[in-house]
């Protein structure tokens, strides 16, 4: 089955302790992102990947970091998460061309950092 | 810049009845997909429908089709025989390319939809 695979579900963490929310797909996307939805914000692009080793930042990407070492494997780190990171976090990936922009959703990340 | 308006907050249906969710959009880019996503009170986005710019004919999939009137700017998601499990936030959303390469993705409010047996 096509599926964008993201972990965990859920997670609390506390200020200042590294964490890394995984997020892989299994069709051959060469287009990722991560995206983070707060009420009354709607979803706002952190990073995304135009392909293997080729990242860049989105909207808001002050507190994250990505690697894309394989294509199929997009993972969010955050290195030193303060309370304001604690959100609803979508990763998201795509062929990536013009005439095919389906964007296909994980299940989404809640994050609450206290 | 590109912007996508859903002006109801809230619908209401009976079940087994048809509905009308509207979308309008504004860009000036001639390339860019039209998506519905669909969010229960699980919080996934669940994708529903997708359709391109160029595309001749409106998207459909199973009970969804999406009423693209690209002159008017407006891509309405249109559900046909409702069901309980429907109840949901339903988000209409554009994507385009910028010069960066980069996709930018946009989304509007929301409506939330509840179905009434």
């Known amino acids: 089955e096509a599926q964008v695979t993201q972990n965990p579900r859920y997670l609390i963490t506390v200020t200042g302790k590294k964490l890394t929310v995984t997020c892989s797909q299994n069709m051959n996307h060469e287009y990722m992102s991560w995206y983070r939805q707060d009420p009354g914000l709607g979803l706002r692009q952190i990073y995304y990947s135009m392909n293997v080793e080729v990242t860049d930042k989105g909207d808001v990407p002050e507190g994250y970091k990505v690697s894309r070492k394989e294509k199929r494997n997009f993972p969010l780190i955050l290195e030193s998460p303060s309370p304001n990171q604690t959100s609803l976090y979508f990763c998201?990936?795509?062929?990536?061309?013009?005439?095919?922009?389906?964007?296909?959703f994980g299940s989404g990340t809640q994050l609450s950092v206290l | 810049a590109q912007k996508i308006t859903q002006t109801q907050p809230g619908m209401f249906v009976q079940e087994k009845e048809a509905v009308t969710l509207d979308c309008t959009y504004d860009?000036?880019?001639?390339?860019?997909?039209l998506f519905w996503y669909k969010q229960p009170s699980s919080g996934e986005m669940i994708f529903l429908i997708y359709?391109?710019?160029?595309?001749?004919q409106n998207a459909t999939e199973g009970r969804y089709s999406l009423n693209f009137q690209k002159a008017r700017k407006s891509a309405n998601l249109v559900i046909s025989a409702s069901q309980l499990g429907d109840s949901a936030m339903y988000f209409c959303?554009?994507?385009?390319?910028?010069?960066?390469?980069?996709?930018?993705?946009?989304f509007g409010s929301g409506t939330r939809l509840q179905v009434q047996p």
């Open positions: 860009t000036s880019d001639p390339s860019y997909g």
């Open positions: 959303a554009m994507i385009w390319a910028m010069d960066t390469g980069r996709r930018a993705l946009t």
């Open positions: 359709q391109g710019s160029y595309d001749q």
């Open positions: 998201a990936s795509s062929l990536g061309r013009v005439e095919n922009e389906k964007l296909f």
